[in-house]
């Protein structure tokens, strides 16, 4: 872990973290940071966290969580807190394999987690996640470009990579810092409005620029460790057109993303490039949790039973159990764990879909 900087900007954009709401915002993709500094258990479900697991993570007691939750409910419910109940909690339950009688279950996504961070002040765990957070920015400002030697005609110039930079900078830093100061400041407003106005049309600019760069580049490209943030970071939904789209880019057709309470546990469906029948379940968990063998027993049922397929792929963004890898390969099912994915997703085709 990097170390504090001498010039003292840790202290001052730490304060800033705690005090401005803003800022806070701005920094709220970076959840990666909290395994960083202290590994996150998960529910079951592998995306939620309880009350008592967050005071576990930062070492604080229960009832400091609870006071600011209290007192940043909004912020915090806005970022993925919720308090289940009645209906709501039973589906939960249902679904996680969670044991409980209790009759309320407040829950934090990994983002609400790392809103507490840069909220609670007596913790010494967030105060390393927010100095982490802090010194990612500082070094992603001053980190040289990458420079690869492998650039075809079509690939981004050392300028267009500065300009994501400069964009990137904008966005994080620039404008916050001038949303703060237009938050606390009167006698000098209209101009810093202005001011903002003119850093924001030139951001808006460079976005437009770094999409095209996306278009030439690609996330297939990134290094691998933020490829695979990049894909943890999708939604439910996202993660299954990605993968719907790695099909199609594999010569696959008629292929469809059932995704929804209807799909009867299969996410996509399609073709081989050679006419097989195909069938995908998706499984956007975290990289601590594993696919166990009722899971893929369940997927066998629906893929070879109610959809016929010939192909049958568990796509998952962690690993499998031992157990699970058993039973995928005595049901005919294709286990495409986290590093296959990062494979399959950079280029390397699946065998069984030739």
């Not at 420079?147 to 830093?173: C, E, F, K, M």
Request: glycine share 6%; hydrophobic share 40%; net charge positive.
């Amino acid at each position: 872990m990097a170390g504090p900087r001498a010039d003292g900007q840790n202290v001052i954009n730490e304060a800033a973290l705690l005090e401005s709401k803003t800022l806070r915002d701005s920094a709220l993709e970076r959840t990666d940071v909290l395994d960083r500094v202290k590994v996150l258990s998960l529910l079951p479900d592998g995306m939620h966290v309880t009350t008592a697991m967050v005071a576990a993570y930062f070492e604080v007691g229960l009832e400091a969580i609870k006071s600011l939750v209290k007192d940043h409910r909004v912020e915090l419910e806005h970022n993925g807190y919720r308090l289940l109940t009645g209906e709501e909690l039973r589906s939960f339950k249902d679904l996680s394999g969670l044991q409980s009688r209790t009759r309320s279950l407040a829950l934090f996504s990994r983002r609400a987690v790392l809103n507490v961070a840069m909220l609670l002040r007596d913790s010494e765990v967030a105060r390393q996640v927010r100095k982490y957070l802090l010194d990612m920015e500082y070094l992603a400002r001053t980190r040289p470009v990458d420079n690869p030697v492998h650039r075809d005609a079509a690939s981004p110039s050392l300028d267009d990579r500065i300009d994501q930079r400069i964009g990137h900078v904008l966005g994080r830093t620039v404008v916050p810092m001038f949303n703060a100061l237009i938050e606390t400041s009167s006698e000098h407003r209209q101009e810093l409005i202005a001011l903002r106005t003119g850093v924001q049309r030139i951001e808006r600019k460079l976005q437009q620029h770094n999409a095209r760069l996306q278009r030439l580049e690609g996330p297939r490209h990134w290094p691998l460790a933020r490829f695979m943030a990049f894909i943890d970071a999708m939604s439910g939904r996202e993660f299954e057109e990605h993968v719907a789209q790695l099909l199609r880019r594999d010569g696959c057709t008629a292929v469809v993303v059932r995704g929804g309470g209807g799909d009867r546990g299969v996410d996509i469906t399609g073709r081989t490039p050679d006419g097989r029948h195909i069938a995908v379940q998706c499984k956007r968990f975290a990289p601590y949790v594993s696919v166990t063998s009722s899971h893929v027993q369940k997927f066998i049922g629906s893929a070879k039973v109610l959809y016929n397929a010939d192909v049958a792929l568990y796509v998952a963004t962690c690993t499998f159990t031992r157990d699970a890898m058993t039973v995928a390969a005595d049901g005919g099912i294709t286990p495409v764990d986290r590093s296959r994915l990062a494979a399959w997703s950079r280029g390397t085709e699946l065998s069984a879909l030739r």
